[in-house]
């Protein structure tokens, strides 16, 4: 498999230095898209999807199962620092975890050597990586890189900022899974991502009635989610087989080794990197059937759906529906002092919110809602809420082990916050230097 990235990644950076159009991209999407040749990177895509379906899997090359993380600078080592005390004590996951940064800038040796130690997690430069070479690592691409150059045949990728509720390992056995490729898991259906001149690149037509912007929107997320246009998915979490998907695996360097273009102009972020590059290589995989649910806080306390706040997607096992995974995707742990210097420790989640599969989810922000459904005096880590739209929705309080797991989240950022090398309450001084300017 070595050889198939090397060329891939050869041919990729030809075609980068082919004469794709200004490396310096305008603020607005149409600015964008125009400053590079169209219909030279569709013949490229073209070139790309037709190898890829000849790349020649080597046996043996991965091993294993295992889960792929990343953690670059402070608040996504804080994260990930969380998440892998979840997985190893409280879930008592014994499955090996590879966690990706982009090189030295990104995390202090004695950061990696302190995780290494205690919980039995290896910690992986992508920038030494000889495949990557000349290649820029840091960005959203990194989830692909880290997915495809993990050492496991069959990895499930977690975001820093996901905290699983069950050993994840279990998903590996579940038909839903071992069926298919690979599994992904469904976004809300009207956080649309997805542009129509990005089917067109690929190949494909768009459907009639695909999303755009709004005005003055910088992302699409229509107000409603539109008939036939099926949810996206939301790459917090995914598991792949990579025997089963190598061609798909091709697709998703390709896309990725040139970000400049595709996640900068085409796509917003990296979720549907994944899912053009599964498409693209004709591969199959199984999306899980179940609607997310929402995790966050109601304010006044009661049950009023209407002042429910959600800062945290609750994605759900592929065959019994219960939740499996509590994404932050807005209330995020950037630092541990923001969140336990104050007395008690402000709770994120008090109630989930379910909705029908096809009913939108509103984004609000800290300026139209109570202060109280905010956690944390640091606005900049809990800036905006989801907010149901459906008349019939379901909000519930939490059920105790949800709670449990957020205390124990809690206890984990103390002991973060205590140790010398994390600046924590402390000024900067000479052991916490690095984390202190690298936030």
């Known amino acids: 498999w070595v050889s198939q990235i090397v060329t891939l990644a050869c041919v990729v950076l030809a075609m980068r230095a082919g004469g794709a159009g200004p490396q310096t991209l305008k603020a607005q999407f149409h600015a964008k898209l125009g400053a590079h040749d169209l219909a030279a990177w569709t013949r490229r895509t073209a070139t790309a999807m037709a190898?890829?379906?000849?790349a020649v899997y080597l046996e043996g090359k991965w091993q294993g199962r295992g889960i792929a993380m990343s953690a670059g600078k402070r608040m996504y080592f804080t994260s990930a620092y969380v998440t892998i005390r979840i997985l190893r004590e409280r879930l008592l996951c014994t499955l090996p975890i590879e966690v990706f940064y982009a090189g030295p800038a990104e995390l202090p040796e004695v950061a990696i050597r302190h995780m290494e130690d205690k919980y039995d997690v290896k910690f992986v430069?992508?920038?030494?990586?000889?495949?990557?070479?000349?290649?820029?690592?840091?960005?959203?691409?990194?989830?692909?890189?880290?997915?495809?150059?993990?050492s496991f045949e069959e990895v499930l990728w977690l975001d820093s900022d996901n905290i699983p509720l069950d050993d994840p390992a279990l998903l590996f056995d579940t038909p839903t899974y071992t069926a298919s490729s690979?599994?992904?898991?469904?976004?809300?259906?009207?956080?649309?991502?997805?542009?129509?001149?990005?089917?067109?690149?690929?190949?494909?037509?768009?459907?009639s009635n695909q999303p755009?912007?709004?005005?003055?929107?910088?992302?699409?997320?229509?107000?409603?989610?539109a008939d036939g246009v099926k949810a996206e998915v939301e790459t917090g979490q995914l598991i792949i087989h990579k025997r089963k998907a190598f061609a798909a695996l091709q697709m998703?360097?390709?896309?990725?080794?040139?970000?400049?273009?595709?996640?900068?102009?085409?796509?917003?972020?990296?979720?549907?990197?994944?899912?053009?590059?599964?498409?693209a290589a004709g591969i199959p995989y199984h999306l899980v059937e179940y609607s997310p649910f929402s995790f966050g806080r109601v304010a006044p306390v009661g049950d009023d759906a209407k002042y429910f706040c959600g800062n945290t997607m609750g994605q759900r096992h592929p065959e019994t529906g219960k939740t499996l995974f509590l994404h932050r995707t807005s209330a995020k742990y950037k630092e541990a002092a923001t969140y336990i210097n104050d007395a008690p420790a402000p709770?994120?989640?008090?109630?989930?919110?379910?909705?029908?599969?096809?009913?939108?989810?509103?984004?609000?922000?800290?300026?139209?809602?109570?202060?109280?459904?905010?956690?944390?005096?640091?606005?900049?880590?809990?800036?905006?809420?989801?907010?149901?739209t459906d008349s019939k929705t379901v909000l519930k309080r939490v059920s105790a082990d949800?709670?449990?797991?957020?205390?124990?989240?809690?206890?984990?950022?103390?002991?973060?916050?205590?140790?010398?090398?994390?600046?924590?309450?402390?000024m900067c001084n000479a052991e916490n230097m690095f984390f202190c300017q690298n936030a």
Not at 408 to 415: E, G, I, Q, V
């Open 182 to 207: 690979a599994m992904f898991w469904p976004d809300f259906c009207n956080m649309v991502s997805v542009r129509r001149e990005t089917f067109g690149v690929f190949g494909r037509s768009a459907p």
């Open 125 to 150: 430069d992508l920038t030494a990586i000889p495949e990557l070479k000349g290649i820029e690592a840091k960005g959203y691409q990194i989830k692909a890189f880290a997915t495809v150059f993990s």
């Open 212 to 225: 755009q912007p709004r005005e003055g929107k910088a992302t699409v997320w229509p107000l409603e989610c």
């Open 347 to 388: 709770i994120a989640w008090t109630h989930y919110a379910r909705q029908s599969p096809r009913a939108s989810w509103n984004i609000m922000y800290r300026d139209e809602l109570p202060a109280s459904l905010f956690v944390g005096p640091d606005n900049s880590a809990h800036m905006e809420c989801v907010h149901p």
């Open 252 to 279: 998703l360097l390709f896309i990725n080794v040139n970000h400049a273009f595709f996640l900068k102009t085409l796509f917003h972020g990296d979720k549907m990197t994944f899912q053009f590059a599964f498409q």
């Open 402 to 426: 949800v709670a449990e797991t957020e205390q124990a989240c809690l206890a984990f950022l103390r002991d973060l916050r205590d140790l010398p090398f994390y600046p924590g309450y402390r």
């Open 51 to 54: 190898e890829a379906g000849s």
